[in-house]
């Protein structure tokens, strides 16, 4: 089992940027990527980002790439999303999530572990 915790989430003005890190706790072993979501009310969730745990190659949504950027620290089992340039259409509830998959790692059914999601707000 893996748990996941995101923080960092709040209230941003446009244009702002925020920096969202996820604990991981468990088996990290197991752990081959992990990947950013969000939800926004209404609609499904979008996949945003993924990145190797031990290689570190990285993947990005056309909707986010060049404004958000995904790191990990693997001393603290930590990933972290940048968000910069905020706009308020990335309003949503944003999740971390693990894989043990090697393939098809935009798509959600390929994370097995979720945390509980951090609200973000984009408004003036």
């Known amino acids: 089992q893996v748990q996941l915790v995101e923080s960092g989430g709040g209230l941003v003005q446009p244009g702002g940027s925020l920096r969202l890190p996820c604990a991981a706790s468990g088996s990290i072993f197991s752990i081959n990527a992990m990947g950013w979501y969000r939800q926004a009310p209404g609609k499904e969730r979008e996949f945003l980002t993924f990145?190797?745990?031990?290689?570190?190659?990285?993947y990005y949504a056309d909707s986010v790439k060049g404004r958000f950027t995904i790191s990990r620290d693997n001393a603290k089992n930590t990933v972290y999303l940048q968000m910069n340039s905020l706009k308020p259409e990335d309003t949503a509830v944003y999740y971390c999530a693990a894989s043990n998959g090697r393939i098809s790692l935009t798509r959600s059914s390929v994370y097995a572990y979720w945390g509980q999601g951090t609200q973000v707000t984009v408004s003036s």
């Open positions: 990145i190797i745990w031990r290689g570190g190659t990285t």
